[in-house]
């Protein structure tokens, strides 16, 4: 099983960008759909931010986020990063990648889609 480790989160201020990045070891990730999720304070459950196919020939990114959130995938590192760009204080959240091999339709996947994750990491946006 694919091992997710992610990282690049911190405070940022609001308009400010971050990269998030998620490496893999055990598995390689272009054998993998990969989704970013995250988890807002007070929410019960993730929820889907942005997604790549296996192999990264498709990417989708959540209606509310497009023009500022953007997913990529570097094969020879291993890697998939996150681009978050002109950060809102609603932003603020822990963020999660996960990884399977069948996730279903990707566009619609959920948490429950997806068979690995890392621990996340905090991002915080100050007003």
């Known amino acids: 099983e694919v091992q997710l480790v992610e990282s690049g989160g911190g405070l940022v201020q609001a308009g400010g960008s971050l990269r998030l990045s998620c490496v893999a070891s055990?598995?390689?990730?272009?054998?993998?759909?990969i989704g970013w999720f995250r988890q807002a304070p007070g929410e019960k459950d993730c929820k889907g931010v942005s997604y790549v196919s296996s192999g990264g020939r498709r990417k989708f990114v959540a209606e509310s986020l497009k023009g500022r959130f953007a997913i990529s995938l570097d094969n020879d590192k291993n890697t998939v990063y996150l681009q978050m760009n002109s950060l809102k204080p609603e932003d603020t959240a822990v963020y999660y990648c996960?990884?399977?091999?069948?996730?279903?339709?990707?566009?619609?996947?959920?948490?429950?889609?997806?068979?690995?994750w890392g621990q996340g990491t905090q991002v915080t946006v100050s007003s």
């Open positions: 055990g598995g390689t990730l272009a054998d993998y759909a």
């Open positions: 996960a990884a399977d091999k069948n996730p279903g339709v990707l566009e619609e996947a959920t948490r429950s889609d997806f068979g690995s």
